[in-house]
């Protein structure tokens, strides 16, 4: 499969950054914020769910948001929040070290009072020695990191990615277990793909001792999404024996592996307004491209502050005027379809 090309769209200083999966910032309703500065990634992961990477068949465009208009989000939403321990997770729809801008993004967050712990999700492919020196001085309080195998054959096959070598993550993973930042491994178990490697990742973190303050291993089950990829005869686990074979796993490594929100800390906590329903009509300034072929990005004419993305709006032209009906609003997620 060739690489596609798609258009870098920079964030105007006039969008909101809330209301849009593919970047800004995501709240769930916890102490949590998901801080989502770039879009793209340099592996092609067979099982990823957001289809990203050079070998993306679904996607248009990738974003990359301007380092203080972020922050300047970021620290309003601290502002609704109760809880004076907030946890900054940077977790992109890619992989956060695309970011150029990540070093600033963290010494940043780490000025923030209310901010306790800066974590960051990411499959490794781009980290260095120095970088994690950097990431460490900067106030990284942790990595989860995403091995999913340990056969270099197998995890190249895995990443989509003939440049990935697992020798290079796992250099890095022992860097950052030997620094101030922690180091969580989370592997995603594909059935039918990694299930031997599962034990062997195990017993790696356990060895090199990941986890000072946090679980050293959060297993991630794959899940299949409907614009994401799916490796060719990968059944999924049903939730029921995903969980059983991770109690097994527990037992047998006596090491935690199902794991909790008071693990991380996570407590529940006041939220974004949900600016909208499921069903409302409401009319939109369509501004940009979204990040899935089809898809469009608008803004409330009323002016709530909100990016709605709008799906079947290939037709539908930049600046246009109209009328759409959300079609849905989880955790302030805006997906809208155009109406005419
Ligand atoms: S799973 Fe993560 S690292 Fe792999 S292609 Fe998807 S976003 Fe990139």
Known sequence: MAPTSRMLI???????LVGCIA???IDRGTNILQVRPSSTCPLSCIFCSTDAGPRSRSRQAEYL???????????????????????????????PLTYPRIIDLVHRLSEIPEV???SMQTHGFLL????????????????NLSIDSLDPDLAKRLSGTNQYEVKHITAMAEAIADSKVDLMITPVWVPGYNDAEIPKIIEYALSIKAGKLWP???????????????????????????YRKLQELEHRYHVRLALRPEDFGVVKDSRIPVVFKKGEKVRVRVVGYGWLKGEKIAVPVRGDPAIITLVNASRVELEAKLPARILACKDGIYVAEPLW
């Open 116 to 118: 306790k712990v800066i």
């Open 23 to 25: 970047f800004g910032i």
């Open 128 to 143: 260095s020695y120095s970088l994690i020196n950097d990431m460490e001085a900067a106030g990284l309080s942790r990595v």
């Open 216 to 242: 050293p291993l959060g297993i991630q089950k794959y899940c299949p999404h409907k614009r994401g990829r799916k490796p060719r005869g990968a059944k999924p686990a049903s939730w029921l024996s995903f």
């Open 65 to 95: 948001v301007d380092l203080d208009h972020l922050l300047k989000w970021f620290k309003q939403l601290v502002k609704l929040k109760s809880s004076r321990s907030i946890e900054a997770h940077i977790d992109t729809v890619g992989d």
């Open 10 to 16: 920079e964030i105007p200083s006039d969008w909101p």
